[in-house]
């Protein structure tokens, strides 16, 4: 069984897309909401293999709370459903940790074989979406062409190769115990050096370090 949840700001399409899966056998849909703070609170607890988040333009914010909930739910898959199509959208919300990717006017059918492929372990992204992507991957082949400024700079220089290597880690999931056994340091020497980054990048959260580490390509999705 499949255990999915729909986030949609909007109530018809959320319904109509929730009586679509229940027409599925292997698919059963635990949460369907129009709230960012009512879909955190009802994520507690409950297994959702396949997050289905509906954004029509999206916006810095939506991206922050691609980045929220692969943080605060790291076994929850993300499938965005949205109706841009513009390259620099498309790769900001597959690098802030989206695993598929659908357009508004996807069939309905595309939809649950993006679900089963999720599921599998792989992405998944509609075909219009996969040409975008690919004529992305042969414009950076060609050396005449110029690459788009991206808005946010790369201030990863400033860290030290360890700081890098822990802030590595702490992405792919790991707790202070397991990286202080991997590289063979003290749980005091990692909080240490965690927080010597937030100070040397004027971080706040651990939320906007994981930010920082996705923008920067410290962390790979």
């Not at 790291?74 to 499938?79: M, N, R, S, V």
């Not at 498309?90 to 309905?108: P, R, V, W, Y």
């Not at 707790?175 to 706040?204: C, G, P, W, Y």
Request: aromatic share 8%; charged share 25%.
């Amino acid at each position: 069984m499949i255990y999915t949840g729909i986030f949609f700001k909007h109530k018809l399409p959320l319904q109509c897309l929730e009586y679509y899966l229940s027409s599925t056998d292997d698919i059963k849909n635990v949460i369907s909401v129009t709230d960012k703070d009512v879909l955190i609170e009802k994520m507690q607890g409950r297994i959702i293999n396949v997050l289905i988040i509906n954004f029509y333009e999206i916006t810095h914010n939506d991206l922050d709370i691609i980045i929220a909930l692969r943080m605060k739910f790291p076994k929850t898959a993300i499938l965005i459903v949205a109706g841009s199509q513009r390259e620099d959208i498309i790769t900001k919300t597959i690098k802030a940790g989206a695993k598929g990717f659908l357009t508004i006017d996807s069939e309905a059918s595309e939809l649950i074989q993006a679900i089963y492929t999720i599921r599998g372990g792989h992405d998944y992204y509609s075909e219009s979406i996969t040409q975008i992507l690919l004529q992305k991957y042969i414009n950076t082949m060609n050396p005449d062409s110029s690459s788009e400024n991206d808005e946010y700079d790369d201030d990863s220089s400033a860290l030290s190769s360890r700081q890098i290597e822990i802030l590595k880690l702490w992405g792919d999931g790991l707790t202070n115990q397991e990286i202080a056994d991997k590289l063979f340091i003290s749980v005091r020497t990692v909080e240490t050096h965690k927080n010597h980054i937030m100070q040397k990048l004027n971080l706040k959260s651990s939320v906007d370090l994981m930010k920082f580490a996705i923008r920067n390509n410290i962390i790979q999705i």
